[in-house]
Nanobody, 123 residues
């Protein structure tokens, strides 16, 4: 079982940047597709970005394309999400998770969710 711990969230003004980190322990995540999801109050959890095991393929939600960048360091067992040009609508709890198989855009195909890190963007 892999444990995932997110960090790096906080309060930032619109237009600002944050870098989220996800540290894995217990097992290597180097063979897993990893994803970032987010959930705003009253809304369903939604896909933000994902990265293949090698890091060679990435996927992004349309709402964050061109602003967010996902990366990974398999030697350190970590995944990161660089968030630039943040908007108030990016406010949510952000989760790191490991993909099990199937659609990378569905939260139901992921397991080993972290506890999340709060991102708040003020206007």
């Amino acid at each position: 079982q892999v444990q995932l711990v997110e960090s790096g969230g906080g309060l930032v003004q619109a237009g600002g940047s944050l870098r989220l980190s996800c540290a894995a322990s217990g097992r290597t995540i180097s063979t897993k597709y990893m994803g970032w999801f987010r959930q705003a109050p009253g809304k369903e959890r939604e896909f933000v970005a994902g990265i293949s095991a090698s890091g060679g393929f990435t996927h992004y939600a349309d709402s964050v394309k061109g602003r967010f960048t996902i990366s990974r360091d398999n030697a350190k067992n970590t995944v990161a999400l660089q968030m630039n040009s943040l908007k108030p609508e990016d406010t949510a709890v952000y989760y790191c998770t490991a993909h099990l198989g199937g659609s990378v855009y569905s939260s139901g195909t992921y397991d080993n969710w972290g506890q999340g890190t709060q991102v708040t963007v003020s206007s």
